[in-house]
């Protein structure tokens, strides 16, 4: 069966003890970003499609990897992000008080 998908790094050696016979190569920068974003998609998929609690933190801690992976990608420090989060959380950008926009109706300056 074909995959050509990003798989955990102890994946080899779990399908190996499974008796799997399974072809593996390292992936190339560009090839990874591509394979990170298909996961990244897949996972929220699969976070979506998930009904028990336990399944979504499941799939919110792969969630968190695979963007802890993309932040290493592009270069961009998890601290300098932390920092830009907690910024936009002490403007105005959280969701603690879950407030829904139902509709905007544009004012007209004449």
């Given at each position: 069966m074909k995959h050509d998908s990003l798989v955990?790094?102890?994946?080899?050696?779990?399908?190996?003890k499974q008796n799997r016979n399974c072809v593996y190569r390292n992936a190339t920068p560009a090839e990874t970003h591509k394979a990170l974003l298909k996961t990244f998609y897949t996972?929220?998929?699969g976070f979506l499609n998930a009904t028990q609690v336990?399944?979504?933190a499941e799939k919110l801690a792969d969630l968190h990897e695979?963007?802890?992976?993309l932040m290493d990608?592009?270069?961009l420090p998890?601290?300098?992000?932390?920092?830009?989060?907690?910024?936009?959380?002490?403007?105005?950008?959280?969701?603690?008080n879950k407030?829904?926009?139902?509709?905007?109706?544009?004012i007209v300056e004449r």
């Open positions: 955990r790094d102890l994946h080899p050696q779990h399908a190996k996972d929220v998929k336990a399944d979504k695979v963007v802890e992976h990608y592009y270069g998890h601290e300098e992000i932390r920092m830009i989060k907690e910024k936009k959380r002490q403007e105005f950008w959280s969701f603690d407030i829904i926009l139902e509709e905007e109706i544009m």
